[in-house]
């Protein structure tokens, strides 16, 4: 990046400035609101936020990328975080960001203090307010090196319902690692009710776009082959219905999966219900 040549004048000109920003917003700003001070900073400071930090400012994403030993680990915690972000939450394309979105705080709090105790970092919680009045919760964390690091682990990014993805090796080779992924994914993904009155089911079921039909139908079944392998636990066929058209037109398919009555028991005590 280059940088601009400054004086003392300037330099305390441009600090004066966000100082005024400040106290009018009562808050330590943003870059969006504040792009053409934020972008003198970098170019004349070096840093939006070293100038903030010279002005005694709250650091709103402070860019970290040292983290505890064993941070990336792969154990109980970074499958339940797989489990997590292939379901209910999100990788952003460009690896910028993550998230966690849930109409309940309690599994908000859950991915929180496993990111925390991993990374030893905290996000940021949000409202986000859908088009029908529905309101959901988001736990979201700015940190692209975690984002890699994730990423290299098998979880993907971007638009899941147009990417081929798979449970990653480390999850399918480890009966206890597959325990807690499972457990997350049917509690994100998952439902049980009675089917009719001596009847109860456990279903999940994913969206893919018809030109990853394939793929998201090999992905199902490798959840039904983990479930018999594991646990002994007998499913369903897989089968697929009519999904949601997208804002674009691009058509999706749902793909479903139960677990039989007989084995319903045999999930609860084998994996869990968290609902």
């Keep these: 990046m280059k940088r601009y040549k400054i004086t003392p004048e300037l330099k305390e000109e441009i600090l004066f400035e966000l100082k005024q920003k400040a106290n009018q917003l009562k808050h330590s700003p943003t870059r969006r609101e504040i792009p053409k001070l934020a972008w003198r900073c ?37 499958a339940k975080i797989a489990a ?32 925390e105790n991993k990374f030893g970092i905290k996000g940021k919680y949000k409202l986000n307010y859908t088009g029908t009045n529905k309101v959901t919760h988001i736990y979201i964390v700015f940190n692209t090196a975690i984002c890699k690091e994730l990423v290299k682990l098998g979880i993907p990014n971007g638009e899941k319902v147009a990417k081929k993805f798979s449970i990653p090796s480390w ?25 009719s009155k001596n009847k109860e089911i456990i279903k999940i079921n994913f969206h893919k776009e018809e030109s990853r039909l394939a793929d998201g139908v090999k992905f199902v079944d490798s959840i039904k082959k983990l479930l018999n ?47």
């Design 171 to 195: 999850i399918r080779k480890d009966k206890e690692l597959t325990r807690e992924y499972l457990k997350i994914l049917f509690f994100c993904e998952g439902s049980k009710y009675k089917h």
């Design 84 to 115: 997590y972000l292939v379901s209910d939450g999100h990788i952003y394309k460009d690896l910028s960001a993550f998230f966690l979105s849930s109409k309940y705080l309690a599994p908000l709090k859950d991915f929180e203090e496993i990111i």
């Design 42 to 78: 970098r170019q004349y400071l070096g840093s939006f936020n070293k100038s903030k930090e010279m002005m005694g400012l709250e650091i709103n994403h402070k860019i970290i990328t040292k983290f505890p030993r064993n941070a990336f680990r792969k154990d109980k915690e970074m």
């Design 229 to 275: 392998a594991y646990f002994n636990i007998e499913t369903s066929n897989i089968w697929i219905i009519k999904g949601n058209n997208k804002k674009d037109g691009t058509i999706t398919k749902q793909i479903n999966l139960y677990v039989k009555s007989t084995s319903v028991n045999k999930f609860i005590n084998e994996i869990g219900w968290l609902k």
